[in-house]
Structure formats: structure tokens, C-alpha cells
């Protein structure tokens, strides 16, 4: 018998992301990361052809068998801490997934509640885990405009939820950001919020008073890639980018969190050789600025590494030779603050 049989997620039930992924417009309902099969394009596909088709379906399905058998659970945050979208079957609240679930219902009466863009790799920095160097869309122009074009007129009208972007920035992207900045709040009725997933590096006060007051009222959330806790680390993590002005503008950052339309912020850091001796300073930073969560991850190659020098960043494996030394780290009492989320790096703490 599986040891998820008494889990639930609701990510395949719930969530749509348009990625970049093989070709522009692949979609996967979940994070392609942690559940990497495509369940059609949205190039060629409507949203409701891809939301019930086979592949969706087989995917649930492995969801309410407890199965879980797409998900890749070392690298499944939620599921290796039980959080988030990934619940015990008794405590789901939400009626429609009850329904779903007491029903096992694979074919879903309601359309995509949860849109994620990560279709567009346009970012203003070239940060070494992610690329080689600095991206802004033009080849692909048309393709991104054609899927952008059919998720605001097939799913904004249904959709409550509205995530830009996993795949490169929504300010330093000129799709994402001229999208919220032309936004119109009649051609989106049931979004109640929108997460941003940024690095923060172009969020500036005049960058936000380009946005409508009644879009910028629906922005509740972010978060802040930033991967250092210094000026030195962060300049080659973050390529490109800027360690003065990230801190003025995670202070601007901060007064939205403080003062509205923000109800959650959290930091990132993707942990790898080169900083996971700086952790503990990253803590301190998101209690600096009062955000939500700090959030810590695995470094995964995504292709810009050659298999040698991925082995030689990743830390996180045990037969690296500062594996030991990254495990001393995670036993200093601050990762037992409640902001601290350890992500899939939580079973390697567990093992402390």
C-alpha cells in the first residue's frame, strides 16, 4: 500500500502553468520540477480541451489512488513536509475538492481555478542557475502574444488566482509587465489575487505606480528570489544585479507588506556551495524586513550545468565534501524560527 494513501494534493485539481517548457504554451498542473509531464499545448489546444484531457486525468487519478505516482517527491517541498496543497484527506475544507474527492471524480465540472505564466523567459538578470545569459523575448514574440491572448479570453473570467512568473521576472519581462500595467479589473472578476515571483531588482515605486490602483489592490503576495545574504555572493548569484538597490526596494517592498495591498512576502534562496554558510544572515534579512518566509531550496540543474560542475554546487548531496559542514549549519537553533520553510531540503533536516 502507498504511504500517501491517506494524502491528498489539490495542485492537479486546481492549478494550470503555461510554461516555455519543449515549446511555448506547455502545460503542466503542477510544477513542472516536481511533476514533469505535460498534459498538452496551449498553442494548440483550448484550456478545456488540456484541463480534461487524458493525460490530466490519468495524473488525478494518481492523486486519489495515493499513487502519487508523476510526483517527484525529493524535490516536492509540500510533499515531504505535508503542507500547503498537500493535506491528510480528512482535513480538505475546500466542497469542491471534497466533491472530487468523495466522488474520485478525474473530470472536473469547473475550469482552471489556480493560472500560472511561466511561458516567458524574459528576465533582466542572467542568474547562473537558471541561464547563461540575460533573455529578453523576440524570436518568440508572436507565440507568447498567441498564448497570452487565449488565457485572458478563456480563463481570466473563471480563474481566482493569478501567478506571474516562475520563469523569468513580470517587470523585467515586456509581456508580463505591459500585461499588468493594461490589466482591467471587469476582464477578470473572480482573480482575488495575483502573486508576483520576482527578483525584485526593477520593483521600484515608479514601476508600481504604473499599475492601476484597482490591480495593484489584488497583488497580495510575492516572492523574492535572491539567493545571497551579501553584496559579494549575491553579484554572482544574481547576475547583473544590484545588492544596494535590492535592499531599497525590499524596503519599499516591505512598507506594501506593512501597509497594504501585501498580506505575505516571502524570500528565497536556492542553497547551493557558495552560500549555504550564509543561511543563517538570510533569516536575519527576511526578519530585517518582516516578511512572511524565508524559503530555502536544492539547487536543480536546469541544463546550464555540465553534470561535474552541478555536482560540485550541489551541496545537498551527501557525497559532497561540504555536506557535513552544510548539515552543522542547519542545526543553528534559527532554522527553528516559524518563518523558516526548508522546502525539499526538510527530510536532510530531519536527518540532523
Same mark, same amino acid.
Given at each position: 500500500?502507498?504511504?500517501?494513501?491517506?494524502?491528498?494534493?489539490?495542485?492537479?485539481?486546481?492549478?494550470?502553468?503555461?510554461?516555455?517548457?519543449?515549446?511555448?504554451?506547455?502545460?503542466?498542473?503542477?510544477?513542472?520540477?516536481?511533476?514533469?509531464?505535460?498534459?498538452?499545448?496551449?498553442?494548440?489546444?483550448?484550456?478545456?480541451?488540456?484541463?480534461?484531457?487524458?493525460?490530466?486525468?490519468?495524473?488525478?487519478?494518481?492523486?486519489?489512488?495515493?499513487?502519487?505516482?508523476?510526483?517527484?517527491?525529493?524535490?516536492?517541498?509540500?510533499?515531504?513536509?505535508?503542507?500547503?496543497?498537500?493535506?491528510?484527506?480528512?482535513?480538505?475544507?475546500?466542497?469542491?475538492?471534497?466533491?472530487?474527492?468523495?466522488?474520485?471524480?478525474?473530470?472536473?465540472?469547473?475550469?482552471?481555478?489556480?493560472?500560472?505564466?511561466?511561458?516567458?523567459?524574459?528576465?533582466?538578470?542572467?542568474?547562473?542557475?537558471?541561464?547563461?545569459?540575460?533573455?529578453?523575448?523576440?524570436?518568440?514574440?508572436?507565440?507568447?502574444?498567441?498564448?497570452?491572448?487565449?488565457?485572458?479570453?478563456?480563463?481570466?473570467?473563471?480563474?481566482?488566482?493569478?501567478?506571474?512568473?516562475?520563469?523569468?521576472?513580470?517587470?523585467?519581462?515586456?509581456?508580463?509587465?505591459?500585461?499588468?500595467?493594461?490589466?482591467?479589473?471587469?476582464?477578470?472578476?473572480?482573480?482575488?489575487?495575483?502573486?508576483?515571483?520576482?527578483?525584485?531588482?526593477?520593483?521600484?515605486?515608479?514601476?508600481?505606480?504604473?499599475?492601476?490602483?484597482?490591480?495593484?489592490?489584488?497583488?497580495?503576495?510575492?516572492?523574492?528570489?535572491?539567493?545571497?545574504?551579501?553584496?559579494?555572493?549575491?553579484?554572482?548569484?544574481?547576475?547583473?544585479?544590484?545588492?544596494?538597490?535590492? @535592499?531599497? +526596494? %525590499?524596503?519599499? &517592498?516591505?512598507?506594501? *507588506?506593512?501597509?497594504?495591498?501585501?498580506?505575505?512576502?516571502?524570500?528565497?534562496?536556492?542553497?547551493?556551495?557558495?552560500?549555504?554558510?550564509?543561511?543563517?544572515?538570510?533569516?536575519?534579512?527576511?526578519?530585517?524586513?518582516?516578511?512572511?518566509?524565508?524559503?530555502?531550496?536544492?539547487?536543480?540543474?536546469?541544463?546550464?550545468?555540465?553534470?561535474?560542475?552541478?555536482?560540485?554546487?550541489?551541496?545537498?548531496?551527501?557525497?559532497?565534501?561540504?555536506?557535513?559542514?552544510?548539515?552543522?549549519?542547519?542545526?543553528?537553533?534559527?532554522?527553528?524560527?516559524?518563518?523558516?520553510? @526548508?522546502? +525539499? %531540503?526538510?527530510? &536532510?533536516?530531519?536527518? *540532523?
Amino acid at each position: 500500500m502507498s504511504e500517501n494513501r491517506h494524502l491528498f494534493c489539490s495542485k492537479p485539481f486546481t492549478w494550470f502553468e503555461i510554461t516555455h517548457l519543449k515549446k511555448i504554451g506547455e502545460v503542466f498542473l503542477c510544477c513542472p520540477a516536481w511533476l514533469d509531464t505535460s498534459i498538452g499545448n496551449l498553442q494548440d489546444q483550448s484550456i478545456e480541451e488540456i484541463w480534461n484531457g487524458e493525460k490530466a486525468q490519468e495524473i488525478r487519478r494518481s492523486i486519489l489512488d495515493g499513487s502519487f505516482t508523476y510526483c517527484n517527491r525529493s524535490r516536492c517541498a509540500f510533499l515531504q513536509t505535508v503542507s500547503g496543497p498537500v493535506e491528510k484527506i480528512e482535513d480538505v475544507k475546500d466542497n469542491d475538492l471534497k466533491t472530487v474527492i468523495e466522488n474520485e471524480l478525474t473530470l472536473l465540472p469547473y475550469g482552471p481555478k489556480q493560472i500560472i505564466c511561466t511561458y516567458d523567459k524574459s528576465c533582466n538578470l542572467s542568474c547562473p542557475s537558471c541561464r547563461i545569459n540575460i533573455i529578453i523575448e523576440k524570436k518568440n514574440k508572436k507565440q507568447i502574444l498567441r498564448v497570452q491572448h487565449k488565457i485572458q479570453q478563456e480563463a481570466m473570467k473563471h480563474a481566482n488566482y493569478l501567478h506571474i512568473t516562475g520563469s523569468g521576472d513580470p517587470f523585467g519581462s515586456p509581456f508580463f509587465r505591459k500585461w499588468l500595467q493594461t490589466m482591467k479589473r471587469k476582464d477578470m472578476p473572480n482573480i482575488d489575487k495575483i502573486h508576483l515571483q520576482t527578483n525584485a531588482q526593477l520593483w521600484t515605486v515608479k514601476m508600481w505606480d504604473t499599475i492601476a490602483k484597482d490591480i495593484q489592490q489584488l497583488i497580495k503576495s510575492a516572492d523574492i528570489s535572491i539567493d545571497a545574504a551579501n553584496p559579494e555572493t549575491y553579484a554572482i548569484n544574481r547576475r547583473g544585479g544590484s545588492f544596494a538597490r535590492l @535592499l531599497e +526596494n %525590499l524596503k519599499f &517592498i516591505s512598507s506594501l *507588506r506593512k501597509n497594504g495591498p501585501l498580506e505575505w512576502v516571502g524570500i528565497s534562496m536556492v542553497v547551493q556551495k557558495n552560500n549555504f554558510k550564509e543561511m543563517p544572515d538570510f533569516v536575519r534579512l527576511g526578519k530585517y524586513f518582516n516578511f512572511d518566509t524565508v524559503y530555502f531550496s536544492q539547487l536543480v540543474n536546469y541544463g546550464t550545468y555540465s553534470e561535474e560542475e552541478f555536482r560540485n554546487r550541489a551541496v545537498h548531496f551527501p557525497t559532497h565534501p561540504s555536506h557535513y559542514e552544510f548539515i552543522d549549519i542547519l542545526n543553528d537553533t534559527i532554522f527553528n524560527e516559524p518563518l523558516v520553510h @526548508l522546502g +525539499n %531540503l526538510t527530510e &536532510i533536516a530531519l536527518r *540532523r
